[in-house]
């Protein structure tokens, strides 16, 4: 056994979080972690869980469920393709294999939104299949102990980290080991400032011995992301307002929001208010301004959100709402809003 190795699993037995997922080798659960946990830490990640499997217990239930309902679960937690992909999966599972989630990593592997590290870590875990994990934890441990600096996010790096990933694989216990090297690098490798000086791996770390740990893992930096200007309209009239259900792929797909007029850049509120958008909702004889926000920033992964609200009180909501939901505004909290209108209702006690 290497000393990565031997280090590891005692400090794993000593440190491991009491979590929930951890107590169970059902495939279905495990599935719904994981992905949860994708771009998710976990004390945010937990109650998501938790209501998660509340509602929908087994495979069969996530099935049956309504996309609205399964989306209204996830409001607030980003990345809502995650739960579109869980939804269909359940239903692929229900008519491919009866509702009883695959065993075969090949199957796994093949259901909607289940990516390598998803697949690897449900059949390692739940079915005990010698498959390595690696997701961002594993990368930067391998990375600093063994001293890669071949960038992460490129081919090659994918390609080199794997191998060392399987290379390293106990395969008489894969879900033990990839659990242990996961948590490793949550909790003691972490990004900033790792505590070497009381880390088991300390003598036989080639970041620490070369100091480099701050240097590593490399990623090429790639990321370029694009500006959109969002302008939401709140228009009430006698204590309802509009919303519609974003249907484009596009973010957000699915969610609903507020009427939204897309610029291509900045633009003055006045300008704003000469939208298309609001001539068939407003009876522009009795419209009030009540507020405009300043603009607020929302950084998704690829994009920059430059958002502002206007809030627009009229005397009605006419008849024909032009594709648009009318509803009360105390049933606001039904449906599933991105992060970003939600706590716009939020701050104005609307929710
Ligand atoms: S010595 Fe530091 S960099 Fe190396 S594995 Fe331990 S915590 Fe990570």
Avoid at 45 to 58: A, C, H, K, Q, V
Avoid at 284 to 296: A, F, Y
Avoid at 332 to 346: D, M, Q, R, T
């Amino acid at each position: 056994m290497s000393h990565f190795i031997e280090s590891l699993y005692p400090w794993y037995l000593r440190h491991r979080r009491d979590l929930p997922w951890r107590k169970t080798t059902d495939p279905y659960l495990i599935w719904v972690s994981e992905t949860i946990l994708q771009q998710t830490r976990v004390g945010q990640g937990l109650p998501y869980y938790e209501r998660f499997i509340l509602s929908y217990p087994d495979v069969v239930s996530l099935a049956r469920a309504h996309e609205d309902e399964v989306l209204k679960l996830w409001e607030g937690l980003g990345y809502y393709s995650r739960a579109r992909n869980l939804l269909a999966a359940a239903r692929q599972i229900l008519q491919n294999f009866n509702g009883k989630f695959p065993s075969a990593y090949s199957d796994i592997r093949k259901l909607k939104g289940v990516g390598d590290y998803t697949a690897a870590a449900v059949a390692s875990i739940a079915f005990n299949l010698p498959y390595a994990a690696v997701d961002g934890n594993v990368y930067r441990v391998l990375s600093r102990c063994y001293g890669l600096e071949t960038p992460i996010n490129t081919p090659a790096g994918k390609k080199l980290f794997a191998q060392l990933a399987e290379e390293l694989l106990n395969r008489r216990e894969p879900g033990m080991h990839n659990q242990a090297l996961m948590e490793f690098g949550a909790l003691q490798c972490v990004p900033k400032n790792p505590d070497c000086e009381n880390c088991p791996l300390v003598n036989h770390c080639a970041a620490f011995l070369t100091k480099q740990v701050d240097r590593l893992p490399v990623k090429n930096r790639t990321l370029q992301r694009s500006s959109r200007y969002f302008n939401f309209f709140l228009i009430e009239g006698v204590g309802q307002i509009l919303i519609h259900k974003r249907q484009k792929n596009d973010i957000w797909k699915n969610l609903y929001q507020l009427p939204l007029e897309e610029t291509a850049g900045e633009t003055s509120a006045e300008e704003i208010l000469q939208s298309q958008l609001l001539i068939p909702l407003l009876n522009i004889e009795t419209v009030k301004i009540q507020k405009i926000t300043p603009l607020r920033t929302h950084e998704l992964t690829h994009q920059r959100i430059f958002a502002r609200f206007i809030h627009l009180q009229t005397d009605q909501l006419p008849e024909n709402t032009a594709g648009f939901i009318k509803i009360n505004k105390k049933d606001i909290s039904k449906f599933a809003f991105p992060g970003l209108v939600k706590k716009y209702f939020e701050e104005n006690h609307l929710i």
